[in-house]
């Protein structure tokens, strides 16, 4: 079942080597299908995460990448992209035995990280300053300058899209990286490291530290040589990253949590709706930051739609991801499927009712594994823990409003902004809505759902900067503003 071999053996990824960490350490990285060992990988310390930042610098310095016009790194991102293409299916399978979801997922995952590169490819060589009108015989323009070293901080839900989401900008903009992934779900990014090399990116220019993220991950964004850092990950450790980055007065893009609203209007499409709803929480087993997990809904459609998306949950084949007819896989470990339970639980004693799943699956052959089944709770109280916090797994708590006011104001009492929903016929009102949400970005009649062109980021606690859209490769470069003096030259007549 499994695509890799319990002996497979990873290491970290410096200079264009594979290198064992310094203190020789190693971990097993695990199948949630399982909970067995499915390869093992090199664990770095301080002195690895230091060694990496001083090999990107020197490649940085010495390469050409940077200097270069955008077209060589162009066309070494493109090549990237058809490699990533060719092998997408080793990739797809080593994701989901990796982290869990369905291959159907992954694969779309790693789809999603070809469309990236090509798209950052097509930005690489369009990277432009401008002149500026001043006053006098003078000539005012600006250059874009890579910043030097960046360094990013991956989670563990969407292993290998969240990383390259990220570096392959800085690379676009002539940066040298070093990535640390999450512990959890390293191996896609080690195994995306060998086409680098590949491609034609010299040895260097992007390196990966695996390691624990309170020693590998404040060495690398503590460091001197480190210009910038891209996190994506929890509030908790975004706020610990922007201290760190503060310190340093190093720019710094933050991808963090959500708790996102789904609100029904009256007049909604109940079936696409539900639907729509059903993919927004139960994707990924509901493991995604921009997760609809609030459902608000009004009280005459209440109970037609609760009825609707527990029958969709209800009827979802829950498997191992790599089974074809699994739609949801398991949650990533045995601590995030406590933690997804332990939410419910606590609900249920505060009175909630749980209308769909709401346990893990103790039966065989599942057992082994990490598997709940899809949830679905109402009758919860705005103040309830399930409705306030991240819960990170495939739960859907059903909010109740009365007027529209209500539903706005309900949608935005939340320290979160990242997405909300929004299902109606009405397109005017839809519009109206979407102004009124606080939200980075708002789907109206569709799941989540983004594009290498569109923008990404949150509002609130759910981070600062944005991944994606045009100028995310411009957010990658500094700009220097250059005034030449002409002279008392005047122009010939
Ligand atoms: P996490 O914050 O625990 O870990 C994220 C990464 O940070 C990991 O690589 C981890 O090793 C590292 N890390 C941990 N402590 C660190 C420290 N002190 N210094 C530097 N690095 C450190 O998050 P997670 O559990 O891997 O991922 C789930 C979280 O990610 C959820 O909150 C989810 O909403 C969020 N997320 C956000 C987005 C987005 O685009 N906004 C996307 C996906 C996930």
Redesign the pocket.
Same mark, same amino acid.
């Given at each position: 079942m499994s695509a890799e071999s319990s002996s497979a053996e990873y290491g970290l990824f410096i200079g264009g080597a594979s290198l064992p960490s310094s203190r020789g350490d190693r971990r097993p990285v695990m199948d949630p299908a399982t909970n067995r060992a499915i390869a093992t990988t090199a664990v770095g310390g301080v002195d690895d995460a230091r060694h990496a930042m001083e090999v990107a610098d020197g490649a940085f310095r010495n390469s050409g990448w940077a200097d270069d016009d955008g077209s060589r790194r162009a066309r070494a991102l493109g090549r990237l992209a058809r490699l990533l293409e060719e092998r997408a299916e080793a990739f797809a399978q080593l994701e989901t035995t990796n982290m869990g979801k369905t291959l159907r997922e992954a694969k779309g995952d790693i789809g999603y990280v070809v469309r990236t590169l090509d798209y950052v490819a097509g930005l690489a060589d369009k990277i432009e300053g401008e002149t500026i009108p001043v006053p006098g015989a003078r000539l005012d323009y600006t250059l874009r300058e890579p910043l030097g070293v960046t360094v990013h901080?991956?989670?563990?839900?969407?292993p290998l899209l969240?990383a390259i989401?990220s570096v392959a900008p800085a690379l676009a903009a002539g940066n040298s990286v070093v990535l640390?992934?999450?512990?959890?779900t390293p191996l896609t990014a080690l195994k995306f490291a060998a086409l680098t090399q590949e491609a034609g990116v010299p040895d260097g220019i992007f390196n990966v530290v695996v !390691?624990?993220? @309170?020693e590998?991950?404040?060495t *690398?964004?503590t460091d001197p040589r480190c210009r910038s850092v891209s996190?994506? =990950?929890? !509030?908790?450790? @975004?706020q610990?990253?922007a201290e *760190?980055a503060a310190r340093r007065i190093i720019p710094m893009t933050?991808?963090? =949590?959500?708790k996102s609203p789904v609100v029904v209007l009256p007049d909604a499409d109940l079936d696409r709706a539900a639907k729509g709803i059903a993919f927004g929480i139960f994707g990924n087993a509901g493991?995604?930051?921009?997760a609809g997990s609030r459902l608000i809904v009004p009280d005459p459609i209440h109970e037609e739609l609760v009825a609707k998306v527990a029958k969709i949950a209800d009827g979802m084949k829950v498997g191992p991801g790599v089974e074809s007819t699994s739609e949801m896989g398991p949650v990533v470990s045995k601590e995030q499927l406590e933690r997804v339970v332990g939410f419910v639980e606590e609900a249920r004693s505060a009175g909630a009712t749980v209308v769909a799943g709401g346990q893990k699956i103790a039966d065989p052959p599942l057992a082994e594994g990490n598997f709940l089944r899809p949830t679905v709770v109402t009758d919860v109280a705005p103040d309830h823990r399930v409705v306030r916090e991240?819960v990170?797994g495939p739960v859907l708590s059903v909010l109740r409003y009365t007027s529209l006011d209500e539903a706005i104001r309900l949608a935005n009492d939340t320290r979160y902004g990242?997405f909300a929903a929004l299902w109606t016929r009405d397109l005017a009102q839809a519009h109206i809505v979407a102004r009124q949400l606080e939200a980075g970005m708002v789907s109206i009649n569709e799941p989540p759902t983004t594009f290498p062109q569109s923008p990404?980021?949150?509002y609130k606690e759910?981070?600062i900067g944005f991944?994606q859209g045009r100028r995310v490769v411009e957010a990658y470069t500094r700009r220097k503003n250059v005034i030449v003096n002409l002279g008392s030259a005047k122009p010939k007549k």
């Open positions: 901080i991956a989670p563990w839900n969407y969240l989401r640390k992934p999450a512990s959890l !390691g624990p993220g @309170g590998v991950g404040e *690398l964004v996190f994506t =990950g929890s !509030g908790e450790v @975004g610990r990253i *760190l933050l991808e963090l =949590g959500g493991q995604m930051c921009w991240e990170f990242l990404f980021g949150g759910s981070g991944e």
